[in-house]
């Protein structure tokens, strides 16, 4: 049977412009997403903007405004990056679609029905740039446990009963151990439940830039309570209504930053507990990305701009930096320095030398024609086991979102095919042993083909472009036993990853 998967980005805030920070979560999702394809999922990806609330309001004002007008123009630079980042999304929702106020109006309904909403009165420290409330003993140096500003605020609002949801999500995680990855992550949703859980304020007064609330349109619904409801709506709800039965909900990947895990993996399931909607089935977080050693932040002029990176080294060049650089869950730092010293040792070098030398030898020595060989020396075979050993563990990396090993792996299958031909040196037997020289050149080649392969959902461009140059149509299908056609005529030679001599590139955004 085939089986489904969806998969989600957050859905980012519209107050800035999209930034290396929010193209990592949606490249990480593309590769996985890619690589489920491979492995003969049906995929459901889909990714957004978050566009309601105070923060978005108060940019808007500050930058002489309506939100919609606002909203409009930055939801259009994260869609635009899309394409750039090479990003195989099937979906991109805006909380501003009427198809989502539906959704949220409908989910809001069902909770009230179901009992689980009551208007009350809220008091206490709001943070606008999280737009959460907090108590006072949770604030830490006058700042939010989130590290925003905070402003002492009381208003009337409706509340969602979380509290009573306290044992049914302590028996969720405890019944399904890979719930929240990775597992330190889950161990705070565990200690911050087991503090104690209070009711959540779900509606707002203070501001109108959001969802009204149905027959109460003095509030409006929770940022946060809107914009997890965006899942629902790509799945096509309330249509759609018994998600329970829908395949691709019954295995739903939503993959967060580490900072709004316990939006996901626990406000989100509750919320869905309440419905009676299957909770998602694994939440995937990751850790941030800093930039030359500090926090990314316009005032020191250090926010790493991916249309950029893109422009200059292509977008296979920056997916494969996150991928690689980032041991994901943990915090990495990003340098253009790194950047290119990974670019020009193992794209340029490494690989795309290896590819460039093995292709223009078939093309100068063997007219670009080459076969399969009768037979293979002992080498040869011991080449293919060790590449064979590499690349079979690749699969279940990335299942373990070991994004960095996982290419890890294929980077030392390229330097063992580098090894070989090193060793069995194919150009000193160009008169005295041609038939050799061949059967050297299509192992090689043939090891080089898988690997290629395994590169797909990090780099797709430059696998494409590997293939074609082989003239086979490009097919993506994991296939442990791939294999290289018998009879291959070179097509076009292209260099996949030109070296990079100057490093004296602008890579920062612009205000
Ligand atoms: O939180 N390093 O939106 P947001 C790594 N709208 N990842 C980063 C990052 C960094 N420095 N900066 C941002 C929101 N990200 C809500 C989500 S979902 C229903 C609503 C990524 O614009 C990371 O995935 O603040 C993080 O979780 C997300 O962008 C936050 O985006």
Redesign the pocket.
């Known amino acids: 049977m085939k089986k489904y998967i969806f998969i989600t ?5 519209v ?2 412009k999209p ?4 193209a ?2 949606t490249i990480v999702c593309d590769v996985y997403a890619r690589f489920c394809k491979m492995m003969g999922y049906n995929v459901k990806f889909s990714t957004g903007t ?1 566009e309601h609330g105070k923060k978005v309001e108060q940019s808007a004002i500050n930058n002489g405004q309506t939100p919609q007008q606002f909203a409009d123009e930055i939801s259009t630079l994260f869609k635009d990056l899309l394409p750039i980042l090479n990003i195989s999304n099937d979906d991109f929702i805006r909380t501003t679609e009427s198809r989502h106020t539906k959704t949220v109006k409908y989910f809001w309904k069902k909770l009230l029905d179901a009992g689980y909403i009551y208007l009350g009165q809220y008091e206490g420290w709001y943070d606008i740039r ?1 737009e959460a409330y907090f108590s006072e003993n949770e604030l830490i140096d006058g700042k939010s446990p989130l590290g925003g500003e905070v402003t002492y605020m009381t208003e009337p609002c409706y509340f969602f009963k979380l509290s009573v949801f306290r044992d049914k999500l302590l028996k969720y995680y405890e019944e399904h151990p890979d719930f929240i990855f990775p597992i330190s992550r889950k161990n705070e949703i565990i200690s911050f439940i087991k503090q104690g859980l209070s009711d959540l304020a779900i509606s707002r007064t203070t501001f109108s830039w959001g969802i009204s609330v149905p027959n109460d349109p003095k509030h409006v619904v929770y ?2 309570l809107d ?2 409801t ?2 629902l709506t790509v799945n096509g709800y309330p249509e759609n209504e018994d998600q329970n039965e829908d395949p691709y909900w019954q295995n739903v990947v939503h ?6 895990v316990r ?2 993996a626990l406000y ?1 399931v509750a919320f869905l507990m309440a419905v009676g909607i299957k909770p998602p089935k694994q939440v995937v977080s ?6 030359e050693g500090q ?2 932040s316009k005032s020191l002029g250090n926010v790493q701009d991916p249309y950029k990176y893109c422009k200059v080294f292509g977008s296979d060049a920056l997916r494969y930096y996150m991928l690689r650089e980032l041991s994901f869950g943990a915090d990495g730092n990003f340098s253009k320095e790194s950047f290119i010293k990974r670019y020009n040792s193992v794209l340029a070098d490494s690989y795309g030398n290896l590819c460039n030398r093995v292709l223009t030898f078939i093309q100068k020595y063997c007219d670009g024609v080459i076969s399969r060989p009768e037979t293979l020396t002992n080498d040869d075979t011991a080449f293919y086991t060790s590449v064979l050993e590499e690349i079979n563990l690749c699969p279940q990396l990335m299942h373990e979102y070991s994004f960095s090993k996982y290419l890890e792996k294929l980077e030392h299958s390229i330097t063992l095919a580098n090894q070989y031909l090193d060793i069995q040196k194919p150009w000193t037997l160009k008169v005295s042993n041609k038939n050799r020289m061949k059967a050297i050149l299509y192992t090689c080649l043939e090891n080089i083909y898988k690997i290629t392969k395994l590169l797909y959902p990090v780099m797709p461009i430059a696998s494409e472009k590997f293939i074609r140059i082989l003239n086979i149509e490009p097919e993506f299908k994991y296939n442990q036993n791939e294999k290289l056609p018998n009879n291959i005529t070179l097509g076009k030679i292209k260099i996949l990853f030109p070296k990079i001599n100057n490093d004296d590139i602008d890579v920062y955004t612009t205000v």
């Not at 930034?19 to 929010?22: E, V």
């Not at 993959?255 to 709004?260: A, D, L, N, P, R």
């Open positions: 980005t957050p859905i980012y805030y107050n800035a930034h290396i920070g929010h990592y979560t978050d999280n940022v946060w914009a997890l965006n899942y993959f967060v930053g580490k900072e709004i939006f996901h989100w990751h850790g941030w990305w800093l930039s926090k990314m």
